[in-house]
């Protein structure tokens, strides 16, 4: 069934998603974006490929839709604004916003009021990604659905994110000292979002407490000289960053290495447990690329999920679509 969609943010993944959908069938209605460069431009134009309509500034002004896809910041606080009216106008809500992943904990206010907004409309809310909202959370919960019990869960990533687009580089610090870097993790909101809405989300999913959790952000200080398009990384200078959380019995542990010329990339999950379960996948997902196929294909479903805000948890099996011959 194809989809009425309507792409809010338009940055890299942003169009990248807005043409990947039209690939896929769908129709792609209206764009918001609140760049100066883009509003009153041609939508068909700035996505080149076929679309209806022009950039405009506000969710308000955006047509009517069946979903929305909200490719703009990190931070729930900010998203809710855009969120809520397309939720009230009945357009489900499908974010890549980290913080969306599993906000019940973290922010519970603004859980509330999304979820509000979604059953007002008759419709969801979720936000999804590779990672928070597959790797870290949602995969390994669905690796234990054969497994009798689990004792403890342990699922790291490591990615080179010099081949990923520039504004990642920057949002993983690559090419500061080690002194700008604790600068900017004291100043707060710095690193890879949704660390601790992927434990919230496990801790929900296996009825552990989430009381005592922990977390942490450190910088991988590159041993040598690499240059990318987008960042210059010295010896001694911050290559990116290293991220962890636990919950307080130290049963779920979560790690993220995300930095320039990381080694070996991949994305395992290990499960002790009866029985003991390892998985990788080798070289990692592609987080661009995963990022805009795991939310088509959960607006695709979306519906199915019923309305409120929803999570990960609460979505019907996945899958994407077979190539077209």
């Not at 309507?6 to 769908?26: D, N, S, T, W």
């Not at 130290?250 to 010329?261: E, H, P, S």
């Amino acid at each position: 069934m194809s989809l009425d969609i309507i792409q809010v943010g338009l940055g890299p993944i942003g169009v990248a998603m807005a043409r990947k959908a039209v690939a896929r069938g769908h129709r792609v209605v209206g764009g918001v974006d609140t760049n100066p460069a883009l509003l009153g431009k041609s939508l068909a134009e700035v996505l080149g490929c076929p679309a209806r309509g022009h950039v405009v500034g506000t969710p308000e002004e955006a047509p009517a839709g069946d979903v929305a896809l909200v490719t703009t910041v990190s931070d729930l606080g900010r998203v809710v604004a855009t969120c809520i009216p397309f939720l009230r106008r009945g357009v489900a809500v499908v974010s890549t916003c980290e913080e969306l992943i599993y906000p019940w904990k973290s922010l519970p206010t603004e859980s509330r009021t999304l979820d509000e907004a979604a059953r007002m409309g008759g419709v969801a809310c979720l936000g999804t990604g590779i990672n928070p909202g597959f790797v870290l959370d949602y995969l390994p919960v669905i690796l234990s659905a054969p497994v009798e019990e689990v004792r403890s869960l342990r699922a790291w990533r490591v990615v080179d994110a010099g081949l990923r687009r520039g504004p990642l580089q920057k949002k993983v610090g690559a090419g500061l000292t080690p002194a700008e870097f604790a600068a900017r993790v004291a100043q707060g909101g710095f690193g890879h979002r949704g660390f601790m809405e992927s434990l919230h989300l496990l801790c929900a999913a296996f009825g552990l407490d989430t009381a005592g959790a922990t977390t942490f952000i450190e910088p991988v200080i590159s041993e040598r000289a690499i240059a990318t398009e987008h960042a210059t990384v010295a010896i001694g200078s911050v290559a990116g960053i290293h991220q962890g959380a636990s919950d307080a019995s130290g049963r779920i542990q979560l790690d993220l290495k995300m930095y320039v010329g990381a080694l070996n990339p991949a994305d395992v999950v290990e499960i002790e447990g009866t029985p003991r379960i390892r998985v990788e996948v080798q070289g990692g997902y592609h987080g661009d690329i995963a990022t805009c196929a795991i939310a088509l294909n959960a607006a695709e479903k979306i519906r199915r999920a019923g309305p409120g805000l929803r999570t990960m948890l609460d979505m019907p099996a996945l899958c994407a679509p077979f190539a077209r011959e």
